[in-house]
């Protein structure tokens, strides 16, 4: 079995149980590495009912979620790439913990850490005020006299709190950044040099504020974020102070034609067309758009409408999701889906179209929309 190749003893561990992987990882070095590495690569918590393992993830019911902590070991720690908590969990301090002391042996690992579940401890403030310590002076400004390279073996970020940025070390190995938190708070003194070179070097942006977003742009860089590739934007303009994005402000802050993904959420003002406009005008700079997803609250056909025309400019585009919760029409109204296919049909790249959600539309031939959720060219 030795002998098989790499990707055939990778599918065999892919098909085996759990006791069936024990058993096969006692048997020599090379299983325990094999079996290790398939394991522990990828690791999410979410709902299930136990434990299964597939060539690209781990899922780890919150029920076994206490065993983790204890089966980590400096050995199997290493092939250790992502860890997600999508699920409610019960002391994932323990987890914290354990990770900081594994660092102490692999003290050059670096993992991806995402904590979806909004009742888990953000990681990254939870290694900052274990081990960053503040002298306060006369100003009452708080001065970092010592931090912990820990820190820098996360390769994202997750920031409750913008001014956290303010007190971050520069990280050499920070690719992903997401930032959870008003906008407003953004400004030239929130950030420093440190802040801004963190930034300057990361791929992939999120952006979940809670307010208005053009706050962000008021930074006012040296110059876009060239390596940028990945940008998720939550805005919301339901209130007249709340300008809508534009690509002339977007192209001041990200450099439109490096990125490859982008995700839209959205909450419009009634028969706003913001979304179309945008796609419209950041078409012929989105050279290397890849994957775009689209989520809003678009309330009438005329926006969506829009928003499927404006689609056929992006002529790198490989994968759309669209997910337009509350078109709010009238159940005799029909779903025009003809018109869509015919915007995407100029899309010579596009592999994968997806549509969720989208309530109280037939379409011709009185298919519903919702029975059809994946379409593939």
């Not at 561990?13 to 290790?36: E, G, M, Q, W």
């Not at 997600?84 to 969990?89: E, F, G, L």
């Not at 001065?143 to 820098?152: C, I, L, S, Y």
């Amino acid at each position: 079995m030795m002998d098989f190749p790499d990707h055939i003893i990778d599918d065999i561990i892919f098909f085996c149980k759990p006791d069936a992987l024990v058993s096969l990882a006692k048997t020599c070095r090379y299983f325990r590495y094999k079996v290790n590495k398939n394991i522990y690569r990828n690791i999410i918590i979410e709902n299930n009912s136990g434990m299964t393992s597939t060539s690209k993830k781990t899922i780890i019911g919150p029920q076994q979620f206490s065993k983790l902590p204890k089966c980590l070991n400096s050995y199997n720690f290493q092939f250790v790439q992502s860890l997600c908590i999508n699920a409610p969990v019960d002391d994932f301090f323990a987890l914290y913990e354990k990770i900081l002391k594994l660092w102490d042996s692999c003290p050059d690992h670096c993992i991806r850490f995402n904590a979806a579940n909004a009742n888990v401890y953000l990681f990254p403030r939870f290694i900052s005020q274990d081990s960053v310590h503040y002298t306060e002076l006369e100003d009452s400004e708080l001065v970092v006299t010592e931090r912990h390279k820990k820190m820098n073996n996360l390769i994202n970020w997750n920031i409750g709190d913008v001014t956290e940025l303010k007190y971050m070390p520069f990280n050499p190995n920070l690719k992903e950044l997401e930032l959870n938190s008003k906008a407003s708070s953004l400004s030239p003194s929130t950030l420093n040099e440190r802040c801004l070179k963190n930034i300057n070097q990361i791929d992939t942006l999120i952006l979940s504020l809670n307010d208005d977003i053009n706050s962000l742009f008021n930074l006012k860089l040296e110059r876009p974020l060239t390596n940028l590739k990945s940008l998720s934007l939550t805005n919301v303009h339901s209130l007249k102070k709340h300008l809508i994005l534009t690509t002339y402000k977007l192209a001041s802050f990200v450099d439109i034609s490096q990125l490859e993904h982008l995700k839209l959420n959205v909450s419009c003002s009634n028969h706003c067309h913001c979304i179309a406009h945008l796609l419209s005008d950041i078409a012929s700079h989105a050279i290397n758009l890849k994957t775009l997803s689209i989520s809003s609250n678009v309330k009438d056909l005329e926006s969506f409408r829009l928003i499927a025309s404006s689609l056929r400019h992006l002529k790198a585009l490989e994968s759309l999701e669209l997910c337009l919760d509350e078109l709010g029409l009238q159940k005799d109204h029909r779903f025009n889906f003809k018109m869509l296919a015919t915007s995407l049909s100029s899309l010579d790249d596009l592999k994968r179209v997806e549509i969720g959600d989208i309530h109280h539309y037939t379409v011709p031939g009185s298919l519903c929309i919702g029975a059809v959720p994946v379409i593939v060219k």
